[in-house]
């Protein structure tokens, strides 16, 4: 019969080591993974901010150029080849919009709201005539409001 020893040349790891080294491993995915775990969110308030401010550009070129504000978001965009008929000025009032000084379109595409889904709110009464605004309800990762973006 022969008997099977181990060999004193042959080192494994003991189960207190291993034990260590899962302890190491957890500690550091419990400081790593909240970091990241909102990344998505903050990825979308990102895109937010970057959409609400290209928009605001749109919006602002559109009123440099013809005096009005589009009567909808839409008509900012490559939907819209030709100038839109009518525009609306400071009190809420629609006017035509003179051909000549349309330059749009404006924008490639309007989009929807990243962190709602929904389109971008967009104000054509006094006083908030011309005005875009986030759709999103609730707080942002940062403390504010989406609506005060």
């Avoid at 990102?46 to 589009?70: C, Q, V, W």
């Avoid at 939907?79 to 006017?95: A, F, K, L, M, W």
Wanted: proline share 7%; hydrophobic share 40%; aromatic share 8%.
């Amino acid at each position: 019969m022969k008997c099977f020893s181990v060999s004193r040349g042959h080192r494994a790891f003991t189960l207190v080591e291993l034990l260590i080294v899962i302890i190491i491993i957890a500690v550091l995915a419990a400081v790593v993974i909240p970091r990241f775990a909102d990344s998505g969110l903050r990825s979308k308030e990102a895109a937010l901010k970057a959409d609400l401010n290209l928009l605001r550009g749109a919006i602002t070129r559109f009123h440099s150029d013809t005096g009005l504000y589009p009567k909808k978001a839409l008509e900012l965009s490559l939907i819209r080849s030709n100038p839109p008929p009518v525009g609306v000025d400071e009190n809420g009032d629609t006017q035509a919009v003179d051909p000549a000084d349309w330059k749009g379109p404006y924008l490639h595409d309007v989009g929807k709201d990243p962190v709602s889904g929904k389109k971008f709110l967009y104000s054509i009464t006094p006083p908030t005539v011309g005005q875009v605004r986030s759709s999103a309800t609730g707080t942002a990762s940062g403390g504010t409001l989406y609506s005060n973006w």
